[in-house]
């Protein structure tokens, strides 16, 4: 499981610009508090070596899953949400988590864990309140 910033990361496929090649199906985490995204760990060497040598090559667009065989589900393994999930749930399930965090914040008395948390679960609640209007 990764986490930035208090939230778990979701995981995701995407494009990644590497100079001016263009990696695409790249599996990815992305924090959905302050929208870090980075190569999922058990895939950064396999990416690093194929954008190198695609942009060494000239490539201006190259696919990942064309030249590297990982199966999704096992990537994703570790991962509490996928992108491919309703946007509702992996708010709340963020929510959830931080409330979790909130009370062993609060139990250990670690004020400044309390406060990053406190903020976090302000933006997840703007970003729940957003997606309850649009539904």
């Given at each position: 499981?990764?986490?930035?910033?208090?939230?778990?990361?979701?995981?995701?496929?995407?494009?990644?610009?590497?100079?001016?090649?263009?990696?695409?199906?790249?599996?990815?985490?992305?924090?959905?508090?302050?929208?870090?995204?980075?190569?999922?760990?058990?895939?950064?060497?396999?990416?690093?070596?194929?954008?190198?040598y695609a942009h060494g090559d000239g490539v201006t667009d190259?696919?990942?899953?064309?030249?590297?065989?990982?199966?999704?589900?096992?990537?994703?393994?570790?991962?509490?949400?996928?992108?491919?999930?309703?946007?509702?749930?992996?708010?709340?399930?963020?929510?959830?988590?931080?409330?979790?965090?909130?009370?062993?914040?609060?139990?250990?008395?670690?004020?400044?864990?309390?406060?990053?948390?406190?903020?976090?679960?302000?933006?997840?609640?703007?970003?729940?309140?957003?997606?309850?209007?649009?539904?």
């Open positions: 499981m990764s986490f930035c910033c208090g939230a778990s990361m979701v995981g995701t496929k995407g494009t990644l610009k590497h100079y001016r090649t263009q990696v695409h199906n790249v599996p990815l985490l992305f924090c959905p508090v302050c929208h870090r995204v980075e190569v999922h760990y058990k895939v950064e060497s396999e990416y690093e070596i194929l954008a190198e190259v696919d990942f899953q064309d030249y590297v065989l990982e199966d999704e589900s096992a990537i994703f393994e570790n991962v509490i949400n996928v992108e491919s999930e309703d946007p509702l749930a992996i708010v709340q399930s963020q929510i959830d988590m931080a409330l979790d965090l909130l009370a062993v914040a609060k139990q250990i008395e670690d004020a400044k864990w309390e406060r990053e948390l406190k903020k976090r679960l302000a933006v997840m609640s703007q970003r729940r309140h957003r997606l309850q209007q649009k539904a």
